[in-house]
Nanobody
Framework: QVQLVESGGGLVQPGGSLRLFCAAS????????MGWYRQAPGKQRELVAA???????NYADSVKGRFTISRDNAKNVVYLQMNSLKPEDTAIYYC???????????????WGQGTQVTVSS
């Protein structure tokens, strides 16, 4: 069984910072892409940032220059450093990983349970 467990969410004032953490556990062959998505009330889930295994990154326009995604392949973890937070960043943030359970099998999308980020004064 593969699990993604997130931590690091919370309440922060506008302009503040938070660092999200996500760890993959279980038995698998390889983690390919890892990323963070978010879903605000009444809105669709959207990509925030993603990283290939090789470290190529992709960000939503709304977070470019403020958020940084990084990962440690040896530890199967991914981080999201969020700076200069705005009220519109308020959402549930979900970790995502594309994982190959066995050699030669197609990769599968996995999701964490989500962590709440609230930006408010």
């Amino acid at each position: 069984q593969v699990q993604l467990v997130e931590s690091g969410g919370g309440l922060v004032q506008p302009g503040g910072s938070l660092r999200l953490f996500c760890a993959a556990s279980g038995i698998f062959f390889r983690i390919n892409a890892m990323g963070w998505y978010r879903q605000a009330p009444g809105k669709q889930r959207e990509l925030v940032a993603a990283s290939t295994r090789e470290g190529t990154t992709n960000y939503a326009d709304s977070v470019k220059g403020r958020f940084t995604i990084s990962r440690d392949n040896a530890k199967n973890v991914v981080y999201l450093q969020m700076n200069s937070l705005k009220p519109e960043d308020t959402a549930i943030y979900y970790c995502n990983a594309v994982i190959s359970r066995r050699i030669g099998t197609p990769p599968t999308n996995y999701w964490g349970q989500g962590t709440q980020v609230t930006v408010s004064s």
